[in-house]
């Protein structure tokens, strides 16, 4: 699956606006988004959301790499930032390419196998998938760097995983793809409506509560 400003003042649940956007090897790259309150309040909820991207072992975070937390949820008003572009082998053998699905609400998902949250929301995606099947919506994961793609694929297969996963590519903890979307952590999930633009980007697990609210966001014309 060259540097911009982001969309002016954008709307955020958490209070926050997004900063400059910066130029990314897999296209354009997300503007990384300042604190909430403090630097302290924010790692905290990164922390408590998702375990930051790095190898199963604690691996070394590559130097080159800088994701930063983001508040939990962002939002963004319609049509004003493209979703990052991306084309990327398949867990299946075959090619995600994002343009394929444009015209349809998308949720594009960050995750790992070995991700606890990540494997909480599995089940409300498959079942938001399922129940939304006649309005389009198509879920696709992007599966980190640091997860193991055989793993990954038999854990997917096991769970009714039949949305297109495609694979990051790139070397250290973060994949091109992760560092065009300005990922935090693991899970993270972003929102895009029919014409392409970002609606929604959730940092850590869903619930359904807030899976419901932000597909309301992407389903309608």
């Known amino acids: 699956m060259a540097g911009s400003e982001p969309p002016a003042d954008p709307r955020q649940a958490a209070g926050a606006s997004a900063g400059a956007a910066t130029p990314a090897a897999a296209g354009r790259r997300l503007p990384h988004v300042p604190i909430l309150a403090t630097v302290l309040v924010g790692l905290a909820v990164a922390a408590a959301a998702v375990g930051l991207l790095a190898d199963r072992g604690g691996g070394r975070a590559d130097s080159s790499v800088r994701l930063v937390p983001v508040p939990t949820v962002q939002t963004y008003p319609p049509g004003r930032m493209p979703a990052p572009t991306f084309r990327l082998t398949g867990l299946d053998g ?12 998308l949720v594009v998902n960050f995750w790992a196998s070995w991700c606890r949250p990540c494997v909480k929301e599995f089940p409300l995606l498959r079942a938001a998938r399922e129940r939304h099947r006649a309005d389009g919506l198509e879920v696709i994961g992007v599966l980190a760097t640091s997860d193991v793609p055989a793993r ?8 009714g995983g039949t949305w297109p996963v495609g694979i990051d590519r790139g070397g250290g903890p973060a994949g091109e793809t992760t560092v065009a979307y300005g990922v935090a952590g693991l899970p993270e999930t972003f929102f895009v409506r029919r014409d392409g633009s970002l609606a929604v980007r959730q940092l850590g697990e869903l619930s359904e509560r807030t899976l419901a609210q932000h597909l309301d966001g992407i389903l309608g014309p």
């Open 94 to 105: 075959g090619t995600v390419d994002l343009a394929a699905y444009r015209g349809r609400p």
């Open 152 to 159: 990954a694929r038999t854990f997917a297969r096991r769970n």
